[in-house]
């Protein structure tokens, strides 16, 4: 049974440019939440999916967008890149978020 | 300012020595889960937990969730070098569905 996917694995991308960041979810998994983790501190929720709807959003400016497919799936973009924005993006997906989340292995984004 | 407070922030130990890592808050969390997470890796769910006063075990590693459900604590016995990693806390509050993480304990347990 796969767990959540996510591509690419790593990126490299210049200030000001645009990214997006792709994530398929556990098999059985509707909704999917992203995180932000730089190096050596927790995961930061940026937003929840749910039913191809922003359920929730965290600290995170407008530059920092997502999607919902039928499918579940799940992208984030992110616009105007700041080298502040260097880390790692892990999805994450649950049908009962009592029950926890099961995580992909996440993007190193690395902006110059 | 971070919800949820880990400690300690690194934790060396040697093989079949015992350790906790704790997990604070002043905020009352509906559910706290504890991850461990290796490097270029997502963090792995070891156990969610619930009620207040709740103790899970799983295998030689012992989850107990505050009383008051503001707190955790997470005791490994026997620590063995396959137990190195970071771990982290995490809880959701209320009719919250975000994750809120602590920043982590890094574990290393030397063979």
């Known amino acids: 049974d796969a767990g959540v996917t996510q591509s690419p694995t790593h990126l490299i991308k210049t200030r000001g440019q645009q990214v997006t960041l792709r994530c398929s979810p556990k098999s059985g998994h509707d909704t999917v939440s992203w995180y932000q983790q730089a190096l050596g501190q927790g995961p930061q929720f940026i937003f929840q999916?749910?039913?191809?709807?922003?359920?929730q959003r965290g600290n995170f400016p407008d530059r920092f967008s997502g999607h919902q497919f039928p499918n579940y799936s799940s992208e984030l973009n992110v616009n105007a890149l700041l080298l502040g924005d260097s880390a790692l993006y892990l999805c994450a997906s649950t049908l009962d978020s009592i029950y926890g989340y099961t995580f992909g292995s996440g993007t190193r984004l690395t902006v110059v | 300012t971070q919800l949820l407070e880990q400690s300690p922030q690194f934790l060396s130990i040697q093989e079949g020595e015992n350790l906790t890592v704790y997990c604070n808050s002043s905020?009352?969390?509906?559910?706290l889960q504890w991850y461990r997470q290796e490097p270029g890796e997502g963090p792995v769910l070891l156990v969610t937990?619930?009620?207040?006063?709740e103790v899970k075990k799983l295998k030689r590693l012992t989850f107990q969730f505050g009383d008051a459900r503001k707190d955790s604590s997470l005791h490994i016995t026997a620590a063995q070098p396959g137990d190195t990693g970071l771990y982290l806390c995490a809880g959701a509050r209320g009719l919250d569905y975000k994750l809120s993480f602590g920043a982590g304990t890094t574990v290393t347990v030397r063979a």
């Open positions: 999916y749910y039913e191809e709807e922003e359920r």
């Open positions: 937990v619930v009620t207040g006063g």
């Open positions: 905020s009352v969390f509906s559910s």
